[in-house]
């Protein structure tokens, strides 16, 4: 038997509280079962996953799920894999992974790389729009010229950087292995080479080294920036005082002259 299984990234944030969509599996990440061979797994950080179910019961589920949606994407992102079920041990190959039953405990694992693959994807592509602004900031330091670059921008840029890093440690949580590994250790060979074969920790690396080159780029900068401004501001208090003393010298020895 072959099925496919489809993560999609839909929003921002999820909240899992009072949804049911049927038979109730898990909680972290919450999962259903709606028949047989039929799964649907929700992430809290946006994105949910399904196996066994048609296009149109898929939108039927995101139907359901849109009120418990915070900030829908107004594009969404896709990813699938092909999963055989039959006799033998759980491989995996390219875009494909061959399991002896579609358990829950594999459905779980299954999903929890898909959903990490497709939200990296989102982050990456976020990332290189960054990047590209902030290319021209690298190459300004580097030939020493400031330019007409504003504070708030460079605040942006480090914002979205910020966002992006909250959301990868505080809601995808890539690094961390899912729980139903805890109870069923002997999935973890299987959890790995998925893991290798969506490259996910090279990716998470990779994202996190542009992330870092980005920020430490964009704050040195702003870093510039306020040096440049506070220059500027002490060069107006030494106007003010030569100024205020010229002043006075023409109070104390011209203007009694001119009296």
Same mark, same amino acid.
């Given at each position: 038997?072959?099925?496919?299984?489809?993560?999609? *990234?839909?929003?921002?944030?999820?909240?899992?509280?009072?949804?049911?969509?049927?038979?109730?599996?898990?909680?972290?990440?919450?999962?259903?079962?709606?028949?047989?061979?039929?799964?649907?797994?929700?992430?809290?950080?946006?994105?949910?996953?399904?196996?066994?179910?048609?296009?149109?019961?898929?939108?039927?589920?995101?139907?359901?799920?849109?009120?418990?949606?915070?900030?829908?994407?107004?594009?969404?992102?896709?990813?699938?894999?092909?999963?055989?079920?039959?006799?033998?041990?759980?491989?995996?190959? *390219?875009?494909?992974?061959?399991?002896? *039953?579609?358990?829950?405990?594999?459905? $779980?694992?299954?999903?929890?790389?898909?959903?990490?693959?497709?939200?990296?994807?989102?982050?990456?592509?976020?990332? !290189?729009?960054?990047? !590209?602004?902030?290319?021209?900031?690298?190459?300004?330091?580097?030939?020493?010229?400031?330019?007409?670059? !504003?504070?708030?921008?460079?605040?942006?840029?480090?914002?979205? +950087?910020?966002?992006?890093?909250?959301?990868?440690?505080?809601?995808?949580?890539?690094?961390?292995?899912?729980?139903?590994?805890?109870?069923?250790?002997?999935?973890?060979?299987?959890?790995?080479?998925?893991?290798?074969?969506?490259?996910?920790?090279?990716?998470?690396?990779?994202?996190?080294?542009?992330?870092?080159?980005?920020?430490? +780029?964009?704050?040195?900068?702003?870093?510039?920036? #306020?040096?440049? #401004? *506070?220059?500027?501001?002490?060069?107006?208090?030494?106007? $003010?005082?030569?100024?205020?003393?010229?002043?006075?010298?023409?109070?104390?020895?011209?203007?009694?002259?001119?009296?």
């Amino acid at each position: 038997m072959n099925l496919t299984m489809i993560a999609t *990234s839909l929003c921002e944030k999820i909240r899992t509280k009072g949804i049911e969509l049927g038979e109730r599996t898990s909680h972290l990440p919450l999962s259903f079962r709606l028949g047989e061979n039929q799964w649907v797994v929700v992430f809290r950080f946006g994105v949910v996953a399904t196996v066994g179910l048609n296009e149109k019961e898929r939108q039927d589920v995101f139907s359901e799920l849109n009120p418990f949606m915070e900030n829908p994407h107004a594009v969404q992102k896709s990813e699938d894999i092909s999963i055989e079920i039959g006799e033998g041990l759980d491989e995996v190959g *390219s875009e494909q992974a061959k399991i002896p *039953s579609l358990s829950r405990e594999r459905v $779980l694992v299954v999903a929890d790389i898909l959903a990490k693959s497709v939200m990296l994807e989102r982050y990456e592509a976020v990332m !290189s729009e960054v990047f !590209s602004e902030a290319e021209p900031l690298a190459e300004r330091l580097m030939t020493g010229l400031r330019g007409k670059v !504003s504070s708030k921008e460079l605040k942006k840029t480090i914002g979205a +950087t910020l966002l992006v890093q909250q959301n990868m440690i505080g809601r995808v949580e890539v690094h961390e292995k899912p729980e139903v590994l805890w109870e069923h250790p002997e999935l973890e060979k299987f959890f790995v080479r998925l893991e290798d074969e969506y490259e996910i920790k090279e990716r998470n690396d990779a994202l996190e080294k542009k992330l870092r080159l980005i920020n430490t +780029t964009a704050e040195t900068q702003l870093g510039l920036l #306020h040096n440049s #401004h *506070s220059l500027r501001v002490e060069w107006y208090i030494v106007i $003010l005082i030569v100024f205020e003393i010229l002043l006075t010298l023409y109070e104390m020895f011209l203007k009694p002259h001119f009296s």
